[in-house]
């Protein structure tokens, strides 16, 4: 496998990240089972795991944790703080206060007593980014975290926490993880741009867009999302949205036969052939799942390729507004003028 450099940072790391948000009672609750498919990953070559505190209540910490003893040293781990972990309504969040207090739950849980990569797992806009940061940066100085990044952010939430910290003396975000898939391509508009022209790793989520570029989903509908994670309105298949994907996965899987790979090749295969793209997470629940990613990483997709899949899905088109994964706090009550 070759590996690419993470941003600016000097630290190699695998196309392919291994996301774990599928190991606990969110997806593969059979722990031993889950710690399989974690080890089959490293040994593929994968040296790059996310997961984050929120999956499946901690769990999936936990069980990263146990997959990862004896072989710490050799993984670039990343977890996530942000959504909330109960109802008391300062256990979330980016203040000072919550994540002083999570990054020490998030250590126990994963059995370590460094992150290589603290992100937050999106942007809170009731707290300054100067707080977060200020309180990131702390936690590098004592060891606890190597690098911070940030998720979901919006272009000018990039450039602002930027320049907060090159103001302030602060550490910098050096990656960010944006959805991206070839049904979700709104990112190649404003964020991939900006984290290129910040030097930032960008490590995407979502390649197969919620299983739809699995091709698993079908007009009938009986095909539902096996994970808690993943809300149902998203795979309704009365939704005449949902239907135009339906429509569209069968002419990817056309470009996909004629390029002689499978729908779940070249979907990933689009994510890592962009050149503001560092890796791709993918998310397996199962041993075969994992297998049918691996092919992906070294695939290079023919112009001729990229540009039928541009004819299919337009450069900077999202397909369903709802899979973007981008709040709409700014137009909230509280927020708008009226």
């Not at 003893?69 to 977890?79: K, P, Q």
């Not at 797992?121 to 977060?132: K, L």
């Not at 964020?191 to 091709?215: D, E, F, I, K, N």
Request: charged letters at 25%.
């Amino acid at each position: 496998m070759e590996y690419r450099q993470l941003g600016r940072t000097g630290v190699k790391v695998s196309p392919l990240c291994l996301g774990t948000m599928m190991f606990g009672p969110w997806g593969n609750d059979d722990e031993a089972d889950a710690v399989r498919v974690i080890h089959a990953a490293l040994d593929a070559g994968i040296n790059f795991v996310d997961t984050a505190d929120v999956y499946s209540g901690g769990r999936s910490e936990e069980i990263v944790g146990k997959a990862l003893r004896g072989r710490r040293d050799d993984v670039v781990l990343a977890t996530k703080f942000f959504m909330p972990m109960g109802e008391n309504p300062n256990h979330r969040g980016g203040s000072r206060r919550w994540i002083i207090r999570e990054v020490e739950a998030s250590l126990a849980r994963l059995g370590t007593d460094y992150l290589d990569l603290y992100q937050v797992h999106r942007p809170d806009p009731a707290v300054d980014v100067e707080e977060t940061l200020g309180a990131l940066t702390d936690l590098v100085r004592q060891g606890k975290v190597r690098y911070i990044g940030s998720s979901s952010y919006a272009g000018s939430q990039i450039v602002e926490a930027q320049w907060a910290a090159r103001e302030r003396g602060l550490e910098r975000f050096v990656t960010e993880q944006p959805p991206y898939s070839i049904l979700v391509r709104g990112i190649e508009r404003d964020v991939l741009p900006t984290v290129q022209r910040h030097g930032m790793g960008t490590l995407t989520y979502s390649p197969l867009a919620g299983g739809w570029l699995s091709g698993r989903y079908s007009s009938g509908g009986d095909d539902g999302p096996t994970s808690r994670a993943r809300p149902g309105v998203r795979f309704d298949m009365a939704n005449p949205t949902n239907q135009r994907k339906l429509a569209l996965v069968q002419e990817l899987q056309d470009v996909a036969d004629d390029a002689g790979l499978t729908l779940i090749e070249l979907a990933i295969a689009f994510v890592l052939n962009h050149p503001g793209v560092t890796s791709a997470i993918v998310g397996p629940r199962t041993m075969e799942q994992l297998e049918s990613y691996l092919p992906a990483a070294t695939v290079t997709l023919s112009t001729e390729t990229l540009d039928r899949i541009d004819a299919i899905v337009a450069p900077g088109v999202t397909v369903n507004p709802d899979d973007d994964s981008y709040g709409d706090h700014t137009l909230t009550p509280t927020a708008r003028r009226r």
